[in-house]
């Protein structure tokens, strides 16, 4: 199975700040990697895909980067409404795994 | 609006049975792969089962493998999942999921439903 590390487990910002959350995949995926927000109570909502693919509706402030096996979402200025959890997960083969997620909250 | 409402959920013992439906609306359901994921208390996400367009495929994680069963009526627009030999560790929100058209990612995700597995 392909494992995804992600990191930190959870993050404490200001408003306005840069926020990084990177997940490293165990092996080779490709660009076969996205990422997820949940908002608290809520569903999880698609916001990345193909590493670097803004879903349709999803601010230009998100944006998805790849180096090698290592992947990171940047949210460029934070916002009070993306406070949550992401998740990054492996679309590369079964079985789909997600990374452990990180708790985002506001400075 | 793509909508998926999940039904079925509740509270079970262990060894029990049960099973979760999902309505699908706003699309065409025939045209995408559907999946189910879960989300144990206050943990991360985890995939549970993916069936094909027709049904003819289906996939699973060793967790559930022989337990769950997923299946579809594409007349009814329907997702289901089956699940046997209920443990503890099945306990979770269980959330439907639209499989993207060329992506391996889920587009839609349902509200949830609760499942409890305790005596």
């Known amino acids: 199975d392909i494992q995804m590390t992600q990191s930190p487990a959870s993050l404490s910002a200001s408003l306005e700040e840069i926020v990084t959350i990177t997940c490293q995949a165990s092996?080779?995926?490709?660009?076969?990697l996205a990422w997820y927000q949940q908002k608290p109570g809520k569903s999880p909502q698609l916001l990345i895909y193909?590493?670097?693919s803004l879903a349709d509706g999803v601010p230009s402030r998100f944006s998805g980067s790849r180096s090698g096996t290592q992947y990171s979402l940047k949210i460029s200025r934070l916002q009070v409404e993306d406070i949550g959890s992401y998740y990054c997960q492996q679309a590369h083969s079964n079985p789909l795994t997600f990374g452990s997620g990180t708790k985002l909250e506001i400075k | 609006e793509v909508q998926l409402v999940e039904s079925g959920g509740g509270l079970v013992q262990p060894g029990r049975s049960l099973k979760l439906s999902c309505a699908a609306s706003?699309?065409?359901?025939?045209?995408?792969?559907m999946a189910w994921v879960r989300q144990a208390p206050k943990k991360g996400l985890e995939w549970v089962a993916t069936?094909?367009?027709?049904?003819?495929?289906?996939y699973y994680p060793d967790s559930v493998k022989g337990r769950f069963t997923i299946s579809r009526d594409n007349a009814k627009s329907s997702l289901y999942l089956q699940m046997n030999s209920l443990k503890s560790e099945d306990t979770a929100t269980y959330y439907c999921?639209?499989?993207?058209?060329?992506?391996?990612?889920?587009?839609?995700w349902g509200q949830g439903v609760m499942v409890t597995v305790s005596s």
């Open positions: 193909d590493a670097t």
């Open positions: 706003g699309f065409t359901f025939s045209n995408y792969y």
């Open positions: 069936i094909s367009t027709s049904g003819s495929r289906t």
């Open positions: 999921a639209r499989r993207a058209a060329n992506w391996v990612v889920f587009d839609y």
């Open positions: 092996q080779d995926i490709g660009n076969w």
